[in-house]
């Protein structure tokens, strides 16, 4: 366990930590703080601490007033929650007048919230938010790059989006890693194939091209942490010089990571390529291994991907 930890409890650290070094820094819950981890914050910084309830609309208005007021707020929830309940709120209330400077980061994303079920589970969010004008969609693998995605995200001004992992997760980035916004890492060079992952499914994208290493197959692994802006210089890069594409990610396969690449390529230059995701069908109850297992979202089933591409 000394190279795993939640990405959620790194986000709960990063941020009282931020709120240490910039008193501007705010942050909201929907009584849910225990669970996201902001509690941390509440407990450093009562003043600058507001829990609404269960009101998840009222959470981004009353953010969007923060932010109009000068404050740098962090108004988080559950992804069910913030991005699907709260939307039109998101959209009319944040990005619609200017695109103001709020940062919503929603925990429990994908299937590894568990066996809350498929009511629980967003698998939609990513698609919702990188289709908002202004917004800014970060997506970290790990906990040391949450906690990076924090502190970058306070110095975008603007929107911005963090989708936080549940689970205890390995870390696979360090203190040195370098993190930039719009730019994706390519965590290990390859010349057969191009796998592009992101979120926790970076480490199954590593653990897969390990395996095929031995099998003599030489695959790309490329950490997406920012899905908007995309970084579409590197998208081009690896599918110009391996001319097949993997995306891998705990979403939708419909308007997720999947979905970006296949933008990109399509316009500027068509390969094969592979989308590996939720394929349009809701989550249901389950332990996260259980779930990633059902879903495919496992090393096996990006090796098998691979090796059909190729």
Do not use: W
């Amino acid at each position: 366990m000394e190279n795993m930890k939640s990405p959620r409890l790194a986000y709960g650290e990063a941020l009282a930590e931020l709120g240490e070094k910039n008193e501007k820094v705010v942050a909201l819950d929907a009584d849910l703080a225990h669970a996201t981890q902001t509690a941390i914050f509440a407990e450093r910084f009562k003043s600058r601490f507001f829990n609404v309830g269960i009101a998840e609309q009222n959470l981004m208005g009353v953010a969007a007033g923060l932010a109009l007021s000068g404050f740098i707020p962090f108004a988080s929830t559950f992804a069910i929650f913030g991005a699907g309940r709260a939307f039109e709120q998101i959209r009319n209330t944040i990005c619609y007048p200017n695109a103001l400077n709020v940062k919503i980061v929603l925990t429990h994303a994908g299937i590894t919230v568990g066996e809350d079920g498929g009511s629980h589970q967003a698998v939609e969010d990513i698609s919702l938010m990188r289709s908002l004008p202004g917004m800014t969609v970060l997506v970290p693998c790990d906990a040391i790059e949450t906690k990076k995605a924090v502190f970058a995200a306070s110095n975008i001004d603007g929107p911005v989006y963090i989708r936080i992992a549940r689970p205890v997760a390995p870390i696979i980035t360090n203190e040195d890693h370098n993190f930039e916004p719009g730019r994706a890492n390519v965590m290990r060079k390859g010349s057969d194939v191009a796998i592009f992952a992101t979120g926790l499914m970076v480490a199954k994208a590593l653990e897969a091209a390990a395996e095929l290493e031995k099998e003599g197959i030489s695959a790309s692994v490329v950490n997406v942490h920012t899905i908007k802006p995309l970084d579409a210089e590197t998208v081009l890069k690896e599918a110009a010089r391996t001319k097949k594409v993997i995306t891998v990610e705990e979403h939708s396969v419909i308007g997720g990571l999947g979905s970006a690449v296949a933008e990109i390529l399509i316009e500027n230059m068509p390969v094969r390529m592979k989308r590996i995701g939720i394929s349009d069908v809701f989550g249901q109850s389950g332990t996260p291994d259980e779930l990633l297992e059902y879903y495919g979202l496992t090393g096996e089933n990006i090796i098998k991907a691979v090796k059909d591409i190729l």
